[in-house]
T-cell receptor, first 110, second 112 residues
Framework: SQQGEEDPQALSIQEGENATMNCSYK?????LQWYRQNSGRGLVHLIL?????REKHSGRLRVTLDTSKKSSSLLITASRAADTASYFC??????????FGRGTSLIVHP | KAGVTQTPRYLIKTRGQQVTLSCSPI?????VSWYQQTPGQGLQFLFE???????NKGNFPGRFSGRQFSNSRSEMNVSTLELGDSALYLC???????????FGPGTRLTVL
């Protein structure tokens, strides 16, 4: 069964707009990671946030983590057409094996 | 450093056959994990190997097996293929369990 669940399932925006996607999970975690996957290819690691962190930035990416609500959000600012991809959150708990959600499909229109 | 490589990239098999997929991790990475990705089930964890030992295992039938060699290269084998085994099989390597994983491009398996 999936641990993380992304929301929304699909998101369509114009270039230059911000994209926000959310991830909710059920059990306690050690860390939460976000990955990107371009159509049918391997996943690319974007950012890792640990359970004792609340916010992290990497370039145009901003990730927040609220362990009391068991949720995380990924914000992509000033989206580009090249950001079109599926985005997955992955949670790691005691087993240290990341468990992936079903992903958010993002389309950025030029 | 070279990235994670997977061979073959594409594979077509028929029901009942068996298949072996190969994964070469990033140099120095000792953990190799395998995932199955399908439109219906999403990304599902198969197993993880660390220093030639299976350290974690997902909820897949015994037809799915794997191994890791002393150079950290890993193979997974699926015996008695079923139509439902059609999927993208992804391999990922990492320095440390639970941390950032580096994924290969995947092997697209089609079972006819």
């Amino acid at each position: 069964s999936q641990q993380g669940e992304e929301d929304p399932q699909a998101l369509s925006i114009q270039e230059g707009e911000n994209a926000t996607m959310n991830c909710s999970y059920k059990t306690s975690i050690n860390n939460l990671q976000w990955y990107r996957q371009n159509s049918g290819r391997g996943l690319v690691h974007l950012i890792l946030i640990r359970s004792n962190e609340r916010e992290k930035h990497s370039g145009r990416l901003r990730v927040t983590l609220d362990t009391s609500k068991k949720s995380s959000s990924l914000l992509i600012t000033a989206s580009r057409a090249a950001d079109t991809a599926s985005y997955f959150c992955a949670t790691s708990g005691g087993s240290y094996i990341p468990t992936f959600g079903r992903g958010t499909s993002l389309i950025v229109h030029p | 450093k070279a990235g994670v490589t997977q061979t073959p990239r594409y594979l077509i098999k028929t029901r009942g056959q068996q298949v072996t997929l190969s994964c070469s991790p990033i140099s120095g990475h000792r953990s190799v994990s395998w995932y199955q990705q399908t439109p219906g089930q999403g990304l599902q964890f198969l197993f993880e190997y660390f220093s030639e030992t299976q350290r974690n295992k997902g909820n897949f039938p015994g037809r799915f097996s794997g191994r890791q060699f002393s150079n950290s290269r890993s193979e997974m084998n699926v015996s008695t293929l079923e139509l439902g085994d059609s999927a993208l099989y992804l391999c990922a390597s990492s320095n440390k369990g639970g941390e950032e994983q580096f994924f290969g491009p995947g092997t697209r398996l089609t079972v006819l």
